[in-house]
């Protein structure tokens, strides 16, 4: 009888996403504590929705990847068994950033729209020089903080008491955790759609903008509690690592705001009004 090929040894510290325990050294196709298929983890190619968006599309790419990183976590943590792109995690990154910053650029076109003077009014060139440029400012800024808030979680992924190369994959895999962020687009519907709701004395309007109100929130707890579920999963070890970004995570978010939305304003407007004193 022709003698079975044995699998490659596992090179890595990889934890078995059922059971936790750490597949160094095996050479089976099984988990020996859980029974849990390897197969996965064995595989070299990626499950990962946005790494095949030239086949898939990108829209429909995107979407599978924000379902499968918030619903599907054990598949996808058990992409940290083989190379993760970093440039494939920043630009699904920055996708997610464009849903949170789009709509808030369109909400303020729309309210400009409605409030501005005609560009027939006189009133029209003293409106835009007043308004928007300080507008415009501050939509920097919110770039500035959005683009921060989602780079900031992967300055806890790469501990040095595990292997760069996994350091690197942890880092890429934090970048996908941004998928909840996603949502925001609902948000602004619903908002919109509860206006509307008021606007012709429907009861249901106070509640769907209630609605759009905590979905944020709930959007930034999802992002939280997904960036810890990543850290337990495949850095298991990193036990204090994880408790500091659980702990310190929210508040540097906070921080961030403060000093991204008022710091920077208040520094801006100060230099503008010193120069303009100057003339």
């Known amino acids: ?12 510290d990889l934890f ?26 064995r595989s070299r190619v990626s499950r990962l929705p946005w790494v095949h968006r030239a086949e898939l599309g990108r829209c429909r790419a995107y979407w599978r990847t924000v379902w499968f990183v918030m619903f599907r976590h054990k598949r996808f943590y058990e992409e940290v068994a083989r190379p993760v792109s970093y440039t494939d995690a920043q630009r699904f990154r920055w996708v997610s950033v464009l849903h949170v910053y789009l709509p808030i650029l369109a909400g303020t076109l729309l309210l400009y729209a409605l409030v501005w003077p005609t560009p027939f009014e006189d009133a029209f060139f003293d409106e835009a020089f007043r308004a928007v440029w300080p ?16 780079g900031l979680p992967s300055y806890f992924f790469h501990p040095r008491d595990i ?27 619903i908002l919109l759609a509860g206006l509307v709701a008021i606007e012709i004395q429907w009861n249901i309007g106070e509640v769907l903008i209630a609605a759009a109100v905590c979905l944020p929130g ?13 850290g337990k999963r495949i850095m298991p070890l990193c036990r204090r690592r994880a408790l500091l970004r659980e702990i310190t995570l929210p508040f540097m978010w906070l921080a961030l705001a403060g000093l991204v939305l008022l710091g920077v304003p208040f520094v801006v407007f100060s230099l503008v009004v010193i120069v303009s004193g100057l003339f």
């Open 1 to 12: 009888m022709p003698v079975a090929e044995t699998q490659d040894e596992i090179r890595r």
């Open 16 to 41: 078995c996403q059922e059971c936790g325990y750490n597949l160094r050294g095996l050479t089976g196709d099984r988990c020996p504590e859980c029974g849990h298929s390897l197969e996965a983890v």
């Open 163 to 189: 292997p760069v190369e996994q350091q690197n994959r942890a880092i890429a895999m934090s970048y996908y955790a941004c998928a909840a962020l996603a949502w925001t687009p609902l948000a602004f519907v």
């Open 135 to 150: 507008m415009a400012v501050l939509h920097v800024c919110i770039l500035l903080l959005l683009a921060a808030a989602t």
């Open 218 to 230: 709930v959007q930034m707890v999802a992002y939280g509690a997904d960036l810890g579920r990543i």
